[in-house]
């Protein structure tokens, strides 16, 4: 089995670098009948949304098995486990709250605590209950504070217990992928509606931020972005213009707002009819200081002119994952290096997420990812080159610990560093599991050999 080498005297091997696997709540979790219905479960109901005609009220079973899956955590010697919490699975329709599924995460959080396993928690990703979709969702202002009173009932219950609490995972999916692309739940195709759900996302961050403090005044608060290096498809200059068009709307249109309390100025490429509606201090609130920052990488993405906008050139040359996605890890060193430079010293960093589907098959109970090792390998090193360009990385998280429903793409995409089987829910761990395994295994006995 090939092993992951990283650099002598790595900072990432330091006893102050956290390691981590990663889910989220819809993805793995099931037990559809013991929480509200999301807009992911009418999403997947609506015929031609998913790819493969699946849904995720079983997914991984995870809500029966969890205890399971963390023995299976613990094994791989991780200092941190991220997880989502499903807000349904929290607050009632009526706005009581499910005991019985706010009990769970109290339990998980205790149980991995036992364990030496730090928990780090995301209010949201992107499972957003249906009954406040039938209110307008994230086009609702009201949402907004509706996450800020959810987030306070959370903080109540886990509390200190928690290392960090994100309160959004990629808000860019969230409006862009669901209200302004129509690629995901709830499949709205608006970019007035994309603009206006990614306002009321970040003030929902903002709103939460307070109660998140107050009761657990002692984890780390922050948000969890996805990035990608934006690349002109040639040298042209109308090319070059729409890739900065593009960092500027993907990229600096939500860290910008938090960090500098302003959306980046499109000029005249945007119609002001598109432009969100805020009201007075609603950038205050967003822009509040925030203890870190998640970091979700996969890929760079490459742009060309279009109508005066930017369209995305599909990559075509080998490495690919299945997902059609180009391998570039260099990409993740030079959006970190990139964002370092623009806002000046960011707060602590994560990579919250980052990972690769390829075709994984079981043979004699394993499971032989040799591109998913060499995928770690080298986007591990990709983000010691970061640290060693002065941006505060403090961890990494891979994506993910389970193969999963993956969204769009139902269950035809596998990320995890664990096979699961969907019809019998056998878990095997995958050589890339395996590899990391054994490197996390191998830096705790160098820590420990430190202390002694």
Not at 311 to 336: F, K, R
């Amino acid at each position: 089995m090939k092993k992951i080498k990283l650099p002598l005297h790595s900072e990432l091997l330091s006893r102050d670098f956290i390691f981590g696997v990663a889910t989220s709540s819809f993805q793995i979790e099931g037990a559809a009948d013991r929480r509200e219905p999301c807009i992911w479960d009418t999403f997947c109901a609506e015929q031609g949304r998913i790819k493969d005609g699946s849904h995720g009220l079983n997914a991984c079973e995870h809500i029966d098995r969890w205890q399971d899956d963390v023995a299976l955590i613990a094994s791989l010697g991780v200092d941190a486990y991220r997880f989502s919490i499903a807000w349904g699975r929290v607050i009632r329709a009526d706005g009581t709250v499910n005991q019985e599924g706010l009990g769970f995460y109290v339990n998980l959080v205790e149980r991995l605590a036992a364990l030496g396993i730090a928990s780090h928690v995301t209010l949201y990703h992107w499972d957003l209950p249906q009954y406040l979709e039938d209110r307008g969702g994230w086009l609702n202002r009201e949402t907004a504070y509706r996450f800020a009173e959810y987030a306070e009932v959370v903080a109540k219950a886990l509390g200190n217990h928690v290392a960090s609490y994100a309160t959004l995972n990629e808000p860019f999916c969230s409006a862009y992928l669901s209200y302004e692309a129509g690629i995901h739940a709830p499949g709205y195709k608006n970019r007035k509606y994309g603009r206006q759900a990614a306002h009321h996302l970040l003030l929902a961050h903002g709103l939460a931020l307070t109660p998140l403090r107050k009761y657990a005044p002692n984890a780390e608060h922050g948000i969890v972005l996805n990035f990608s290096p934006c690349h002109p498809a040639s040298c042209d200059p109308a090319d070059r213009q729409a890739a900065q068009l593009a960092h500027a709307y993907h990229n600096l249109w939500y860290l910008q707002a938090i960090l500098k309390g302003q959306y980046p100025d499109l000029g005249d490429k945007i119609s002001p009819s598109d432009l969100p509606d805020l009201e007075p201090g609603d950038l205050t609130t967003i822009s509040q200081p925030i203890d870190f920052l998640g970091v979700n990488y996969y890929t760079r993405t490459v742009f060309r002119e279009k109508n005066g906008w930017f369209s995305d050139v599909p990559p075509t040359t080998p490495p690919l994952t299945t997902m059609g996605w180009e391998i570039y890890a260099e990409g993740l060193t030079e959006i970190l290096v990139d964002l370092q430079n623009t806002f000046g010293k960011l707060p602590t960093v994560y990579i919250t997420e980052n990972g690769a589907a390829f075709p994984d098959k079981v043979e004699n109970n394993q499971v032989h990812d040799t591109a998913r090792v060499d995928y770690y390998h080298q986007h591990l090193n990709a983000v010691h080159a970061a640290i060693e360009q002065g941006v505060p990385v403090k961890g990494y998280f891979a994506w993910s610990l389970l193969d999963n429903f993956e969204w769009a793409e139902g269950y035809t995409q596998r990320f995890g560093i664990v096979y699961v089987d969907f019809d019998t829910q056998q878990r095997t761990i995958k050589d890339s599991g395996r590899a990391l395994q054994q490197l996390w295994h191998e830096r705790k006995k160098q820590v420990e050999a430190q202390q002694a």
